[in-house]
C-alpha cells in the first residue's frame, strides 16, 4: 500500500479551483514548517559559532532591475543575521549597485566564476521557476528559493517574499529600505523644477499591457499648463514614445543617463510618472514621488515601498499578469484606458499640496 501524504486529503476531498488557494496556503504551511527543521537553532548555532565565515551568494540578477532593487533588502537581512557572512550579490548589469557596501563583492555575470563557491544559494524572484544550470553544481552549495503561496503573487510584495528567504537563515527583524546607488550626472539640469517621465518596459512582446501610449500627451499637457517646471524624458533610447519634444523645456535623456545617473535625476525631480518598470522601482527607492501606471501586471507584487500614487484600469480582465492572458492580448486596454487628463490632475494634486 503506497504510503499516504497530507496533501492526499485534497485528492481525495476533489477539491476545485475555488478552494485551491486554501490547498496551496495550507501546503506552504507545511513546507514553511518542514524549513524549520532543516534550519533548526542547533543549525543556526553551528553557523554563528563556525570559525570560517559562510559564503553566501544572492542571485538576483535572474530576472530585471526591478527585481534587483526588491532584493537589495533581502541582502541586508543576510548581513543583519549572518554579519562576518561574505557576501556576493549577482546584480544586473549597470552601475546601479557599483557603491554598495552591504555586499562583499558585486558580480554582474549570469554566471559566477568558476573559482567561486558558496555554503549557500539565495535565489529571490522566480526561484521555483527559473533553474540556470550551474545552479546544480556542488559549489551552489544548499539553495534557498521562496516558494510562494498558491503559486501566485498576489499576497505581498515581492521584496517581502525575498526576505522571508533570510528568516530562514535567523534574521528575525522587520522591512528594510531598498537600496540604489546615485551618480551625479551633468546633463541633468540644476536650479528647475523637474518633471520626470519613464516610458520604459522590457522589449518583450509579452509587456505590451505595461507600455503607456500616451506621454507624449502628457508632455503636451504639462508644457502648456505646467509651464513653469522641465520635462525630462528618462530610460533607453529604445523605449518607445510619439513625437513631443519640439519644446523649449522638454528633455529628452532616453539612452544617456547610466542608471546611477538616472537615479540622480529622479532624486532632483520634483515627481516622476512611470509605467510598472525597473526604472518605477529606482524612482520609489531613491525616494521620489512617483505615478505609477499599472495595466496587466500584479499590484500587490510589485507595489512601490515609498511615495506615491497608483493608477490603475477598471478593466475586469486586469491584472493578467499571471493568467497567461496577456500573451494573446490583442489589445490592452487596461493601461489604455489610463488617460493623459488623469495623470496631468495627479501630478497638480501632488504639485498644490506639495508647494
Known amino acids: 500500500m503506497a504510503k499516504f501524504k497530507v496533501y492526499d486529503i485534497f485528492r481525495a476531498l476533489h477539491i476545485d479551483k475555488q478552494a485551491k488557494a486554501l490547498q496551496d496556503g495550507l501546503l506552504d504551511s507545511l513546507c514553511r514548517f518542514k524549513s524549520k527543521i532543516y534550519f533548526s537553532r542547533l543549525h543556526l548555532t553551528a553557523l554563528s559559532n563556525s570559525q570560517k565565515p559562510s559564503r553566501v551568494l544572492i542571485a538576483a540578477n535572474i530576472s530585471g532591475i526591478g527585481n534587483c532593487i526588491a532584493a537589495t533588502p533581502l541582502a541586508q537581512a543576510v548581513r543583519i543575521a549572518?554579519?562576518?557572512?561574505?557576501?556576493?550579490?549577482?546584480?544586473?548589469?549597470?552601475?546601479?549597485?557599483?557603491?554598495?557596501?552591504?555586499?562583499?563583492?558585486?558580480?554582474?555575470?549570469?554566471?559566477?566564476?568558476?573559482?567561486?563557491s558558496f555554503d549557500y544559494t539565495l535565489i529571490p524572484y522566480w526561484g521555483d521557476k527559473i533553474h540556470p544550470s550551474w545552479l546544480y553544481e556542488p559549489r551552489c552549495g544548499k539553495v534557498l528559493a521562496y516558494k510562494?503561496?498558491?503559486?501566485?503573487?498576489?499576497?505581498?510584495?515581492?521584496?517581502?517574499?525575498?526576505?522571508?528567504?533570510?528568516?530562514?537563515?535567523?534574521y528575525k527583524g522587520g522591512l528594510l529600505p531598498e537600496y540604489v546607488g546615485i551618480k551625479p550626472a551633468e546633463l541633468v539640469p540644476q536650479g528647475r523644477k523637474i518633471i520626470t517621465l519613464l516610458p520604459c518596459s522590457k522589449p518583450d512582446q509579452r509587456w505590451e499591457g505595461k507600455k503607456w501610449p500616451k506621454f507624449h500627451e502628457l508632455i503636451n499637457l504639462i508644457t502648456e499648463e505646467l509651464p513653469d517646471y522641465t520635462v525630462c524624458i528618462a530610460g533607453l533610447e529604445s523605449d518607445e514614445i510619439e513625437a513631443g519634444f519640439d519644446k523649449a523645456n522638454v528633455l529628452d535623456l532616453r539612452g544617456r543617463l547610466s542608471l546611477a545617473e538616472t537615479a540622480f535625476l529622479l532624486k532632483n525631480s520634483e515627481l516622476a510618472v512611470a509605467n510598472d518598470s525597473?526604472?518605477?522601482?529606482?524612482?520609489?527607492?531613491?525616494?521620489?514621488?512617483?505615478?505609477?501606471?499599472?495595466?496587466?501586471?500584479?499590484?500587490?507584487?510589485?507595489?512601490?515601498?515609498?511615495?506615491?500614487?497608483?493608477?490603475?484600469s477598471a478593466e475586469k480582465c486586469s491584472p493578467c499578469q499571471y493568467t497567461g492572458e496577456h500573451e494573446n492580448c490583442p489589445e490592452p486596454r487596461c493601461i489604455n484606458s489610463i488617460s493623459a487628463e488623469k495623470v496631468l490632475e495627479e501630478i497638480k494634486r501632488f504639485l498644490n499640496t506639495n508647494h
Not at 153 to 169: C, Q, S, V
Request: net charge positive.
Open 82 to 116: 549572518m554579519p562576518n557572512a561574505e557576501i556576493t550579490f549577482m546584480a544586473s548589469k549597470g552601475d546601479l549597485f557599483d557603491s554598495w557596501h552591504i555586499p562583499d563583492k558585486i558580480i554582474k555575470d549570469k554566471t559566477p566564476p568558476a573559482e567561486l
Open 148 to 170: 510562494n503561496a498558491c503559486n501566485k503573487w498576489f499576497l505581498k510584495p515581492e521584496r517581502e517574499y525575498d526576505l522571508d528567504i533570510a528568516r530562514r537563515l535567523g
Open 278 to 312: 525597473g526604472p518605477a522601482h529606482i524612482s520609489d527607492a531613491a525616494g521620489t514621488y512617483t505615478i505609477w501606471l499599472f495595466g496587466m501586471s500584479c499590484i500587490v507584487k510589485n507595489h512601490p515601498m515609498n511615495k506615491y500614487r497608483i493608477l490603475k
